[in-house]
């Protein structure tokens, strides 16, 4: 499979571009990804995540973390040595890498902390207020009654 045409969806759909380019990346992207550094994506409860990133012998300062446009971006780039080194088997990978992950929607990144080699991101689903469900009053027709729409929280929004 090496195309897929998406016209269909764009000839009935509106606001749905982003997913085309990122199907597109996804299909041709992994061809040439790195597996380095390995990573876990985990799912901690209803609307949080955790992302876990093998970065052992990497410091803070070596460490990039930045989100622009819904990509987050992790990078690692590691100091020079700068005394010799004479290694016999070199096994431990200290090289630069850059990881990258798409977010959906609403997904923000709250903290990361690294800790035993492990670089740790939490991410947490925030839906706006005004994207929630809402609870609407019905009336029973008299010309009277207020009709009151109303949040789940039970906040009066709007009278008429």
Not at 32 to 41: A, G
Not at 69 to 91: A, C, D, M, Q, Y
């Amino acid at each position: 499979m090496n195309t897929v045409d998406l016209s269909p969806l764009y000839r009935n759909s509106i606001g749905f571009d982003r997913f085309g380019s990122l199907l597109d990346s996804v299909l041709h992207g992994e061809q040439i990804s790195s597996s380095y550094p390995p990573y876990n994506i985990e799912v901690t409860g209803e609307n949080e995540y955790s992302i876990s990133l093998a970065v052992a012998g990497f410091a803070k300062n070596e460490l990039d973390i930045q989100v622009d446009r819904g990509v987050l971006s992790i990078r690692g780039r590691k100091e020079k040595r700068s005394e010799p080194s004479n290694f016999l088997h070199r096994g431990i990978a200290f090289r630069t890498f850059e990881r990258k992950f798409d977010l959906a929607e609403h997904i923000k990144v709250v903290g990361a902390e690294l800790n035993d080699g492990l670089l740790s991101l939490t991410l947490v689903k925030e839906i706006p207020e005004q994207l929630r469900p809402r609870s609407i009053t019905i009336g029973d027709g008299s010309k009277d009654q207020k009709i009151n729409l109303t949040d789940s929280s039970n906040e009066s929004v709007a009278e008429a």
